[in-house]
């Protein structure tokens, strides 16, 4: 393996356009923090950028929608979401943004080195325009009919009833979003970058020279080069965004996935007037961490830019991470499916570390997987509390009580001690083999396994049996117990920060290197430690009852939201409407039509008449309750046999968004065959 003199760790800027929630940090921010943690504790020289991309229509419509600026939006997020990160221990050496000063100049920069390059190729080409709002429209500004479901509310990318990704001159009568006027096509000149130029070195680069890449990464590389690459437009007409510095690219501006990765150097470049050795020196280790949706930017576009300039490294790993799902449906920021990060910090204040814990160990490293708040607290309850917590809780206590506080000497050690001292050297190595590898979720399951050992010593051996019989064998066990827990302190401190702080200040331990770890003299005899509060609390059923409550009140709320406004129908004459005959009634006799769930038989009073009518309600009314209501019918239809009863007319209800059914009424008692009109 190379060797590096120092490391730049990205992560994805997230979008500053909605609160980062659990699949954001399953993904991208709690492996790289855990990398991070690991590398500063070898005490590598490492940086770790990362930001908020803040261009882009998605926030140049959200504005527009809630009638503020796009830069009211981006600050609005970019607080929010540099606050939680803090709150939530993710260790950036800097969190910035794509809407300063430095990134405008950096971006610009790249931009024009590529220019005089001659890297790009100049294309003109039809686009939509609004010739009200006087601009041309992204793909987003334009919705119309889908022409594959039929679905009025399309947008030009993407049909979100039916899932298919569009282009805007698919669309059934199309129209601005701005202005609501049919658009016209127009030619507009943009700058493209010729992916295809580079396909040749881009195979050789992923496909010959980085086949230790995570198989999700490698394969999706070699599925998008075996397809063929194809020139990308770099600049799009908006008025949000980095401006395209040349002549006659007025209203013109960077595509934001051309302007977001740049984001990562001029990040760096606020953080350290040195950054150039960063990013230009090949003893540089450069390391992506993003979601699966990031793979083509980071692995074909970004490298592709990168090379065409000139003098930056290329990454030399991209570990993404594929997608976590939350209670077996997929997260969503428009539907509001997820756990928000600032919500959570409010929800569990304290339990950064659970979060952190549940989310390392189920993290979606090689296939989609899944988040629900059980298991949340089946790894809180069954592992930290009951594997770790009360590890450490037990060795701290017997300490504190049988020798107040100060470490024992380690006497003649048996087969069994001496098993257990070896396999501590072994746990720190292959911790450190799966962080080598990306593996986090087989590194934090290694660690546990630490905490599993002790456990299981203190067990066998049985210190609070034996302390009658042999106190001078306890020393023994309680000193092993000791450089064990010693350790844990340094194999869970990438992934448990807060719980380690805490853990090192009852040992009274200094904050140690990695490579302390697997020494089992980490703590001195006669060391005086402190006595242990609780490392973490059993989580109990009610606060996940009120977390899934949470989340089934969205779900319903969604359903609703989602729940299709039916058209008005055509047109009708006064006349015809006369002739229907609505008239109030009253319940007289109820009773279930037998062998149906949903038909109720009802006598009712029309006041001319009592008659029979048969209704599909009954999953919404019990016959008793629905006895003595006044009602409204149409006395006029034609009647009909259902079930074999006659029905005679037809008593009218409205249909709530649920399907529910509710009984249409005169909101004051009247006589019984008052027309209704
Ligand atoms: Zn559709």
Not at 208 to 213: M, S, Y
Request: hydrophobic fraction near 35%; charge should be negative.
């Amino acid at each position: 393996m190379k060797k590096y003199k120092r490391y730049l760790i990205t992560s994805a800027l997230p979008y500053a356009n909605g609160p980062i929630h659990i699949g954001h940090l399953a993904g991208v921010y709690v492996p790289s923090d855990i990398y991070t943690r690991y590398l500063r504790m070898k005490g590598a020289d490492v940086i770790s950028i990362c930001g908020s991309d803040e261009h882009g229509v998605p926030i140049t419509l959200k504005a527009r929608n809630e009638g503020v600026t796009p830069q009211q939006v981006v600050d609005r997020y970019h607080s929010l979401n540099k606050k939680a990160f803090e709150d939530f221990g993710i260790a950036f050496s800097i969190y910035s943004r794509t809407s300063n000063n430095v990134h405008y100049e950096t971006a610009s920069d790249f931009f024009l080195t590529l220019y005089k390059k001659g890297e790009f190729v100049e294309k003109t080409s039809e686009q939509y325009y609004d010739d009200e709002a006087g601009c041309f429209l992204a793909d987003r500004y334009i919705m119309g009919t889908c022409p594959h479901c039929g679905n009025e509310n399309a947008y030009g990318d993407q049909c979100e009833k039916c899932g298919t990704s569009l282009s805007p001159n698919e669309l059934i009568n199309p129209h601005s979003t701005i202005s609501g006027s049919k658009p016209l096509l127009r030619e507009t000149l943009h700058w493209y970058l010729p992916l295809d130029k580079y396909e040749g070195w881009l195979k050789k680069w992923i496909l010959e020279d980085h086949r230790e890449w995570k198989t999700n990464v490698y394969g999706q590389c070699k599925s998008w080069l075996d397809q063929g690459l194809q020139p990308r437009a770099v600049s799009r007409d908006l008025d949000w965004g980095v401006p395209v510095p040349v002549e006659g690219a007025k209203g013109k501006v960077l595509y934001v996935w051309f302007d977001a990765p740049i984001g990562y150097i001029s990040a760096t470049k606020e953080l350290t007037p040195d950054w150039q050795k960063y990013w230009k020196d090949e003893e540089t280790k450069m390391v992506h961490f993003i979601g699966k949706d990031n793979i083509v930017f980071h692995c074909i576009i970004f490298p592709v830019m990168l090379k065409a300039e000139g003098s930056f490294i290329l990454p030399e790993n991209v570990p993404a991470n594929e997608f976590l799902n939350l209670e077996n449906d997929k997260i969503s920021t428009s539907r509001n499916w997820a756990v928000w990060l600032h919500e959570y910090l409010k929800d569990f204040p304290g339990k950064q570390d659970v979060l952190r814990y549940a989310l390392c160990a189920n993290a979606p490293e090689t296939k989609d997987n899944d988040f629900t708040w059980k298991d949340f607290q089946a790894r809180n309850n069954n592992e930290l509390v009951a594997i770790l917590g009360n590890f450490v809780n037990r060795t701290l206590v017997l300490t504190n009580n049988y020798y107040e506080g100060k470490v024992p000497e380690r006497g003649i050690t048996d087969e069994n001690d001496n098993l257990v001292l070896q396999e501590i050297l072994r746990f720190k190595e292959s911790v450190e083999n799966s962080l080598e590898n990306y593996k986090f979720r087989e590194a934090l399951k290694e660690a546990m396994n630490l905490a599993r050992l002790g456990n299981k010593y203190l067990a066998d051996a049985e210190p609070w049996k034996v302390i009658k019989s042999d106190p001078e064998r306890v020393k023994t066990i309680m000193n092993i117990a000791l450089q064990i827990t010693a350790n844990l302190t340094i194999v869970f401190e990438p992934f448990l920060p807060f719980s380690m702080e805490k853990l090192r200040s009852w040992l009274s331990s200094t904050h140690y290197s990695w490579d302390d770890a697997g020494k089992t003299d980490l703590l001195n005899p006669g060391h005086s430690i402190k006595k242990p509060g609780l490392l973490f609390e059993k989580i109990e059923d009610e606060e996940i009852t009120r977390q899934i409550n949470k989340l089934l009140a969205t779900k319903k709320a969604n359903e609703a939201a989602s729940a299709k406004t039916v058209q008005v129908k055509d047109p009708v004459t006064f006349d015809d409407f006369t002739r229907i005959d609505i008239r109030t009634a009253t319940v007289l006799e109820a009773e279930k039509v037998p062998k149906t769930t949903k038909l109720l038989k009802l006598k009712i009073d029309t006041g001319i008449d009592v008659r029979t009518i048969v209704s599909g309600i009954a999953e919404y009314f019990e016959p008793a309750d629905i006895v003595g209501k006044q009602i409204s019918i149409v006395a006029n239809l034609e009647p009909r046999k259902i079930k074999g009863i006659e029905s005679k007319g037809m008593i009218l209800m409205a249909e709530d968004n649920d399907g529910r059914l509710v009984l249409v009424a005169p909101d004051q008692k009247v006589s019984n065959g008052s027309i209704i009109k």
